[in-house]
DNA sequence: CTGTTAGCGCTTTCAG
DNA sequence: CTGAAAGCGCTAACAG
């Protein structure tokens, strides 16, 4: 803990216990084969001249930063915060720091991000795709370099990179099928851009729903916007419009779901007893509305702790195979009373 | 854009150029005083080879990492997205990048975050405390090394450090006087832990605002809990046991003002009708709870800004004294219908 | 168990 | 306007 402004390095240490630079910095970072003795000497020395290790000098020398980028869309969610968690997790135990950066949900800040990584020589990169992005080209330079990518959530499919995410399908036909089961017969989906995983799969899972209960699809009952709290006011008033009306809509996110919901009640109609209506993701919102909504729940930091993973396997055993190609995390129906349209039992 | 995994340095390019590494380093930043069109040859096959700058060599030349640190309790909300967005903006612009952390409301995560951070040897941090933070000891290696460390939203005073937040006595104040002028007279405030600035500074405000409108203070009416639901929920059930039953409740948050609402309706009593609600920092949720609820906003982006210009501006002219040394940034109460025991005018 | 040595890739005097 | 050379602090052979 030295008062002084000046860089102690570790010839300063050498120098002061009159051994060579190499065997501090073997003592230093426990090398196997140094003098018990020696090592704690410098330790101590270390710790009393308020050493710190010089990481780009050691970057430099090892050709690794140890370092983690993340590009995600938004930063401002529960489950996005929890997936960081996960990540930090996992990365830090493994001597990894994280570098963190958001797209706000436009490819050109994602391509930028995923260039400002590239420069600074991240080890591996876990991200979770912009809105808008269309193509991927921008994580080429990773992948070339043998520098391991993985997406998860918003993932794209594609033999290069290893993905992380739920069974968006499943989850949404379940949600869908329990809503059927509600005795709701003309439900309305609605969605943010069919390009991202997470929605066209829920779109699809909700259309395989109608489809098994024999329930008519039309292009009518598929609304898809961009989510936010103006257009999910929008499509709710569509919706009130439509005729006949529908009985049910099931949003591809909470707060898309929940702005339906005061939309519905401000026209004087009640949930679920004129419209039932689910989300995805379970956010805190959900408990919030009333009726508390019906949706379904993932585990961020579990998913975040598992791409982390995949990333730090990744780097540890560089020549293996990558065998863990697609991970699929479970999810849960959480169903509250806004589905409800008959009692519980 | 080569298809090579072997990294290109400055001598490649020179070499293939028949120029010195020297002419290089300078034409790839623009030096004053290179020719143009060597300039223009070195910058088409630094780019035709795949050359990427190796910031640790140039890191470790000049001493300096061009990352600044950010430090806050949780990724979580939409005000803490927004800092970071606006912190993003202005530190890009300076070349800079940023290093994310979160302390999970944990002074132990703070103080290892900072730690890392100190080991990477960041050129700058930006801190926002976690809730049970008693000391700034492990901000201390960074001003003795001269590394400018600001804190923004919860804050600490000290001489050391410079500071960026908005008033939050003054905004607790005009919301209580509102509350006040509603009708309310036995007004609770629900606090989180008084050691930080926001809460503290609130709990100032709303006592001040009940002292000059000559309304009594006692005891019972200040509670002081960590915020979460739970706590939130346990409030508002002791709230609803007070005899006299409170008029008024201001909570030190959104989310426990929405869970206080959401406990109250579940009692049966209505709000305002029977208590009156407000919150504070305006978050999504604000406006899904029913009655829409009375809070104060103010921008975390400006915010973010703000604190990152603060540190830029000491890296740019680190002789020149630090005289910004606080900053106030503005807020504004936002009146919903969750405050209006009279009808608004 | 410890020391010597040679760079990692870049920047920056100093000299032309 | 350009080049030669030294060194930022660390690590990994290699040799004892």
């Known amino acids: 803990m030295a008062e002084t402004g000046k860089e102690i390095t570790i010839y300063d240490i050498a120098q002061k216990l009159n051994i060579s630079a190499a065997t501090v910095s073997r003592g230093l970072k426990d090398h196997p084969g140094v003098n018990k003795n020696t090592k704690r000497k410098i330790l101590a020395t270390a710790n009393e001249m308020g050493y710190r290790s010089n990481s780009f000098a050691s970057n430099l020398r ?5 370092i983690i980028g993340v590009i995600v869309p938004r930063l401002n969610s529960n489950f996005m915060s929890d997936v960081i968690a996960g ?25 930028s991000n995923a260039k400002a990584m590239f420069n600074n020589r991240v080890d591996g990169v876990l991200v979770s795709l912009a809105y808008d992005t269309t193509n991927i080209e921008h994580f080429e330079f990773f992948t070339k370099r043998d520098i391991p990518v993985v ?24 949600l869908v099928s329990h809503l059927i089961e509600q005795g709701c017969k003309r439900i309305v989906h609605i969605s943010g851009d069919q390009r991202r995983n997470v929605y066209a799969d829920r779109t699809r899972g909700y259309q395989q729903a109608l489809k098994d209960n024999q329930l008519p699809f039309d ?13 999910a006011i929008a499509a709710a008033k569509k919706v009130l419009g439509m005729k006949p009306r529908p009985d049910a809509i099931f949003a591809a996110n909470d707060y898309c779901a929940v702005n339906c919901i005061l939309e519905i009640k401000k026209a004087g109609l009640k949930v679920p007893g004129d419209i039932a209506v689910a989300g995805f993701n379970n956010d805190q919102m959900a408990c919030v509305v009333e009726p508390h909504l019906t949706t379904i729940d993932y585990k961020g930091f579990e998913m975040g702790e ?29 169903i509250r009373e806004s589905s409800l349209k008959k ?3």
Do not use: W
Request: aromatic share 8%.
């Open 219 to 231: 292009k009518e009952l598929l609304i898809v916007n961009d989510l936010t709290k103006e257009s």
């Open 306 to 334: 598992f791409a982390a993973r995949m990333i730090i396997n990744h780097l540890a055993n560089p020549g293996e195979l990558q065998n863990t190609h697609s991970l699929i995390l479970r999810s849960e129906l959480i």
């Open 62 to 66: 090892n050709r690794k930063s140890n």
């Open 151 to 174: 997406f998860f959530d918003r993932v794209i499919e594609h033999a290069k990179y290893p993905s992380i995410c739920i069974d968006n399908y499943k989850a949404a036909y379940s």
């Open 87 to 111: 990540i930090e997790k996992v990365v830090n135990k493994a001597g990894y720091t994280l570098f963190i950066s958001q797209s706000l949900e436009l490819m050109q800040n994602e391509v």
């Open 343 to 345: 009692p519980a039992i």
